[in-house]
Structure formats: structure tokens, C-alpha cells
């Protein structure tokens, strides 16, 4: 069983700071997901990496993905009150056939105080 | 385009009672995946079809089982519900292909007494 760990599970912090959340685990992964969800509705998708080593950045967001494809994190720059949500990482196995089956760790509470 | 859309959007059953969710998928979508969600923690993957056929399943018993129709639609189907069955349940429609990105509903909300 592939486990996502993700850390920390509470983060509030004043606007303007910076923030990074990480997501870690034991097993491989051939791509790794960042989702942002918001009360009542469901994961909407931020980025995904697939590459050892790769970064992506969104605007103020910067994704990055392990050389082992192992582990994540999420660098959150100048934190605005918007950026207010549940932040969750998924990965998605090496092999499953071909279901995308996708496993999501627990989740970072994020608020950003004004 | 028409997002992924569910109903109903909130639910109470009792123990041992069965249910019966619904999931349109996104325009274009051919893939369906079903999600719980329990309080306080990240989704956890149930099942996926495509072409009306089930082609992958979490680590969750038989009592849960679905349909994918067609015009892709879906159904999430729970017998025997049980109390720890609570939680809010997502679909997510995807193109076919392994890194295509999912596209989740806003969920439905059961509450199993």
C-alpha cells in the first residue's frame, strides 16, 4: 500500500509570508499531483510533475517534484488571504494498469490571515 | 463545457440502508473515478470505468459497486451502509490517458445515523 505524508496538517500564517508544505512517502511514484480544494467543492488540480527533479511554478506557487520522484513540496511565495484553502497531494503509481488510481495524502489546512 | 456535476448534493440514511449516488461527467470525458473523503482527510479511491466496464478498484469491500452508462454517466451504488460509510463522496472524469488530469465534482454529502 502506497502511503502520501503530508506535513504540516495545520498551517496559519499573516499575509505576506512565505510558506512550503511537503508531501512525502516511501514509494515511487510516476507523477505527483497538487490539488487546492475549497469548502463544499471538490480538488481542483494545480500542477502535476513527472519528472525527477522537475519544477513548475504558478505565479506565486512553486512545485517541486524529488530526484527519486519520491517526495514533493509546495512553495507558497508573499501569501495572500485568497490562497485560504486545503492543499493535497496524489500520486499516481508506477503501475496500475490502466486506472488512474490515484493516492492522496491527508492534506494541509492552509489560512492566511489578512 | 459542462463540469462534472453530482446529486444529490447532501444525503441522510440509516445503518443498513443502501444508496445510490450520481456523477455526469465532464463533456468529452470517457473515464470516471469515485472518491470517499472522510472528514479531515484526503480522498480515497474506490473505483474507476471506463467503457462501462470497472478497470480498477481501491481497497474497499464489495457492498460498494457502480455503473458507468453510455453517455459516461456514473452511479456509486453502497449497500448495508455502515456509520464509518459517512463522508463526502467525489467523482472525477479524466480523458483517457495515464497523466490526463482529473476533474472533480463538488461531491455528495452522506450521513449514514
Known amino acids: 500500500t502506497q502511503l502520501l505524508e503530508q506535513s504540516p496538517q495545520f498551517l496559519s500564517i499573516q499575509e505576506g509570508e512565505n510558506l512550503t508544505v511537503y508531501c512525502n512517502s516511501s514509494?515511487?511514484?510516476?507523477?505527483l499531483q497538487w490539488y487546492r480544494q475549497e469548502p463544499g467543492e471538490g480538488p481542483v488540480l494545480l500542477v502535476t510533475?513527472?519528472?525527477?527533479?522537475e519544477v513548475k511554478k504558478l505565479k506565486r506557487l512553486t512545485f517541486q517534484f524529488g530526484d527519486a520522484r519520491k517526495d514533493s513540496s509546495l512553495h507558497i511565495t508573499a501569501a495572500q488571504p485568497g490562497d485560504t484553502g486545503l492543499y493535497l497531494c496524489?500520486?499516481?503509481?508506477?503501475?496500475?494498469?490502466?486506472?488512474?488510481?490515484?493516492?492522496f495524502g491527508s492534506g494541509t489546512q492552509l489560512t492566511v490571515l489578512p | 463545457e459542462t463540469g462534472v456535476t453530482q446529486s444529490p448534493t447532501h444525503l441522510i440514511k440509516t445503518r443498513g440502508q443502501q444508496v445510490t449516488l450520481r456523477c455526469s461527467s465532464q463533456s468529452g470525458h470517457n473515464t470516471v473515478s469515485w472518491y470517499q473523503q472522510a472528514l479531515g482527510q484526503g480522498p480515497q479511491f474506490i473505483f474507476q470505468?471506463?467503457?462501462?466496464?470497472?478497470?480498477g478498484r481501491g481497497n474497499f469491500p464489495p457492498r460498494f459497486s457502480g455503473l458507468q452508462f453510455p453517455n459516461y454517466s456514473s452511479e456509486l451504488n453502497v449497500n448495508a451502509l455502515e456509520l464509518d460509510d459517512s463522508a463526502l463522496y467525489l467523482c472525477a472524469s479524466s480523458l483517457t490517458g495515464y497523466n490526463s488530469p482529473l476533474h472533480f465534482g463538488n461531491g455528495t454529502r452522506l450521513t449514514v445515523t
Open positions: 514509494s515511487v511514484f510516476s507523477s
Open positions: 470505468y471506463y467503457r462501462e466496464e470497472e478497470n
Open positions: 496524489a500520486g499516481a503509481p508506477v503501475s496500475s494498469g490502466s486506472a488512474r488510481q490515484l493516492t
Open positions: 510533475v513527472v519528472t525527477g527533479g
